[in-house]
């Protein structure tokens, strides 16, 4: 994965747990600068680094390298259902 991967990556892990920079500074036990440089791509994270990095967002570097998008919980379910079926669960989350 290149630097500027990285800082994608980085980011969107810590936008999608809508965290801000210092906080997952906080949470990975590293400075705000740091956390900017590196979605900045100045800077390339060691793997202890990542490791805190990853520690801090709640995944494992193995999920941080991870591109296997993986469904939304029930989501595989739908494509069983039948189309009654699925008028009756619209009508029913309609009714909520």
Not at 4 to 24: F, G, P, S, T, Y
Not at 78 to 86: C, I, M, V
Request: charged content about 35%; some cysteine; overall charge negative.
């Amino acid at each position: 994965m290149e630097r500027e991967e990285v800082a994608k990556r980085i980011r969107e892990l810590r936008e999608e747990r809508k965290l801000k920079q210092n906080a997952l500074a906080n949470l990975a036990g590293v400075s705000p600068t740091y956390i900017y440089q590196l979605e900045r791509g100045e800077k390339s994270p060691t793997i202890e680094y990542l490791d805190h990095i990853c520690w801090g967002l709640g995944i494992t570097i193995e999920e941080f390298f991870s591109t296997k998008k993986e469904p939304p919980q029930g989501t595989d379910r739908l494509a069983e259902l039948t189309p009654e079926q699925k008028e009756l669960l619209n009508r029913f989350l309609n009714s909520l």
